[in-house]
C-alpha cells in the first residue's frame, strides 16, 4: 500500500466546498478542499484526480512518484477579484473629489473583471483544481 499525502494550499476557491478524490478513475474517498489529507491506495494504482465542487483537476501519475506527497491548488487567481476592487477603489475616489466624467467609464471597468471571474466559476470546470508534486 502506497499512503498519499495531499496538501492544500487554503484557496478560497475551495472553502466550504466538498469533494471526491478518484483514483483510476473510480471513486474512492472523500475529500474536503482545505484540509490535509493522508490516505492509503493500493501498490498497482496509477492515476489520481480530484474532483471539489464542480471541478475537476489533471489526472496525475502517481506510479512514478519517489514520495507521495501531493499539493492541491487552484489556478483561479484572486488577481481579478482584486482588479475589480482597485478599480472600485477608484470610483469611490473619484466621487469623493467629484470627478463625474470617469463615473460611467470606471463603471464599465468594474464590471469586465466581475464578469471574467463570474464566468470562470460557472463555465469553465475541467482543469482548475491542479495536483502537483511537493518538492
Do not use: A
Not at 85 to 97: D, H, N
Amino acid at each position: 500500500m502506497k499512503t498519499i499525502v495531499l496538501h492544500s494550499t487554503k484557496s478560497p476557491m475551495f472553502r466550504y466546498r466538498d469533494g471526491k478524490i478518484f483514483i483510476d478513475g473510480s471513486f474512492y474517498q472523500n475529500y474536503y478542499g482545505n484540509e490535509r489529507k493522508v490516505f492509503q491506495v493500493p501498490d498497482q494504482s496509477k492515476i489520481i484526480s480530484v474532483t471539489i465542487g464542480r471541478f475537476t483537476s489533471n489526472e496525475f501519475d502517481i506510479s512514478k512518484l519517489q514520495e507521495y506527497n501531493i499539493n492541491v491548488f487552484s489556478k483561479i487567481s484572486n488577481f481579478w477579484l482584486f482588479l475589480s476592487y482597485l478599480i472600485y477603489l477608484l470610483v469611490m475616489f473619484s466621487l469623493f473629489f467629484d470627478l463625474p466624467k470617469i463615473y460611467r467609464y470606471v463603471g464599465i471597468l468594474i464590471l469586465i473583471p466581475t464578469i471574467f471571474v463570474l464566468f470562470i466559476e460557472f463555465f469553465k470546470r475541467k482543469g482548475l483544481v491542479v495536483l502537483k508534486s511537493k518538492e
